[in-house]
C-alpha cells in the first residue's frame, strides 16, 4: 500500500522558517518523483514543488523560489520542504504526492497523496 505522511507543520511568525517532511513507503522512493502541493483557505490546490528522486532534478513554481529547498533522503524514504522567510499568504495545508516527472508537478497529475500537514504563519 502506498503511503505518504507528511509532517512538521505547525504556526510560526511571518519571516520564519520551518521544515516539512514527508515519509514515503509502498513503492519503489528510487525510481519516484514527488512533489509537494499546498491548499490555502478558500483556494485551491496546487503544485509549487518537485524532485526526482532518480536524478534529483528539482522544479519550483513561482511561489516557492528563492524561499523554499525540495530535497531527499533516499536511505529514509523521505522529501523535505525547507520553507524560509515565510509568509502570512504561505499559510495553508501542505500535502505531498507522488507525480509521474518533475515537469508534471500539478495537481491533476499526482496519484497518491497524503493526508498533509497544516501551515500557519502569522503577522
Known amino acids: 500500500e502506498v503511503q505518504l505522511v507528511e509532517s512538521g507543520g505547525g504556526l510560526v511568525q511571518a519571516g520564519g522558517s520551518l521544515r516539512l517532511s514527508c515519509a514515503a513507503s509502498?513503492?519503489?522512493?528510487?525510481?519516484?518523483?514527488i512533489g509537494w502541493f499546498r491548499q490555502a483557505p478558500g483556494k485551491g490546490r496546487e503544485g509549487f514543488s518537485c524532485i526526482s528522486i532518480r536524478d534529483g532534478s528539482t522544479y519550483y513554481g513561482y511561489s516557492a523560489q528563492g524561499r523554499f529547498t525540495i530535497s531527499s533522503d533516499a536511505a529514509k524514504n523521505t522529501v523535505y520542504l525547507q520553507m524560509s522567510a515565510l509568509k502570512p499568504e504561505d499559510t495553508a495545508v501542505y500535502y505531498c504526492a507522488t507525480v509521474p516527472s518533475t515537469e508534471e508537478c500539478v495537481t491533476f497529475a499526482a496519484q497518491h497523496w497524503g493526508k498533509g500537514t497544516s501551515v500557519t504563519v502569522s503577522s
Open positions: 509502498g513503492f519503489s522512493f528510487d525510481d519516484s518523483s
